[in-house]
């Protein structure tokens, strides 16, 4: 009698329609509830009641192949932006009339893109993330960069020389990571322009300030904070809570220690440490690390001693000394060597603020 029951019940099994929803906000749409304006990136299919031991995979991804875009219905997404394929909206999402997002986008709940704003392909918008501001100008966003929680990037400059109406821009590279409360601001003046590179480690809650210029391959952990028109080459590593001082420049491969108030340059391939940033030698583990040799090293390690640490520093003067350096027929033939006395020459150069404090003391 049981097994005739069952029988008659697997026959009479009936269909039952099955919610396509994006997996990464969990919300299955309701057909009764989507918006108008967008009800094609939407759909609810009919599909066979599935056993435990059934598949139905390959029906649900035919399904959402059809039908590539998510967009949750409590979203907010003016008809004239530009979405590009496989890009998904979370909810309470707000996307302006003159944004332009690129394929595979993820939105989460509660992110928001305004103004003009145009971001690449297959970046994450963490909940709370706010990129671009509905201000003349515009904020580009490359490929593969993450956006993390209520960072806000690409809003109006802190600097009171901002005239409202002026065009400002923003532009960031590609595959960056910008972590938590962080905030980066546009230019101050349509001349210029805030600018990011590409591999970036922006750690949580730094700032960024207006018409900056952050090359790649840099490292920032939490609090470093830049004033305006800082400069920052590539593969410079920051640690926690550090303040630069406007039109700075950190020079490639160098080293800030943590807490460090930077005032004045820092010169390509060393490290500072101070309330006062101060030369503390040559940030050897950061050149180690990447892939310079142990002949430029050790180059570098004598080219600085001269400069920086001479047995008599009355007897010669700065100049000088960077001079000799230049002259010696062995360091003289060495690119970094020569790339650092650039690097200093270039810190006295007009309208630059020098290089910070060095004092005498043995070993780098």
Not at 79 to 86: L, Q, S, T
Not at 107 to 128: K, R
Request: proline share 4%.
């Amino acid at each position: 009698m049981a097994a005739a029951t069952t029988s008659i019940l697997l026959k009479l099994k009936p269909k039952i329609k099955i919610k396509i929803c994006n997996p990464l906000f969990g919300y299955p749409r309701s057909s009764s509830s989507a918006s108008p304006s967008i009800p094609h990136l939407f759909s609810t299919t009919t599909l066979p009641y599935a056993d435990a031991d059934s598949d139905c995979s390959s029906e649900i991804k035919a399904t959402a192949d059809a039908n590539p875009n998510f967009i949750h219905p409590s979203a907010d997404v003016h008809p004239n932006a530009i979405i590009g394929h496989g890009v998904s909206v979370g909810p309470f999402c707000t996307i302006g009339s003159s944004v332009k997002l690129g394929n595979g986008c993820r939105l989460y709940p509660g992110s928001h893109v305004f103004g003009n704003t145009e971001i690449g392909d297959h970046c994450l918008l963490m909940p709370g993330a706010v990129v671009g501001d509905h201000l003349p100008g515009r904020t580009v966003l490359g490929c593969n960069n993450v956006i993390g929680h209520h960072a806000v990037i690409g809003v109006k400059c802190q600097d009171l020389k901002y005239k409202p109406g002026d065009e400002c821009f923003l532009h960031i590279g590609d595959n960056n990571e910008i972590r938590e409360h962080t905030s980066i601001h546009r230019s101050s003046k349509s001349s210029d322009k805030t600018v990011i590179g590409d591999n970036n480690l922006i750690m949580g809650s730094c700032h960024i300030a207006h018409d900056c210029n952050i090359g790649n391959n840099n490292i920032f952990a939490n609090n470093t904070l830049l004033a305006g028109h800082v400069v920052v080459e590539d593969y410079t590593h920051t640690a926690g809570a550090i303040v630069v001082h406007q039109f700075c420049h950190i020079g490639s491969f160098s080293f800030v220690g943590g807490g460090s108030v930077v005032s004045q340059d820092v010169p390509k391939y060393t490290m500072v440490v101070g309330e006062r940033a101060s030369l503390r030698g040559l940030n050897l583990e950061g050149l180690r690390r990447n892939g310079f040799t142990a002949t430029e090293i050790k180059s570098l390690r004598t080219a600085y001693r001269n400069i920086f640490m001479p047995v008599d520093s009355n007897s010669t003067s700065f100049e000088e000394r960077i001079t000799k350096v230049e002259e010696d027929k062995e360091l003289g033939k060495i690119t970094a060597v020569c790339t650092m006395i650039q690097s200093l020459r270039d810190s006295f150069a007009q309208n630059r603020r020098g290089i910070c404090k060095f004092r005498y003391f043995s070993g780098s």
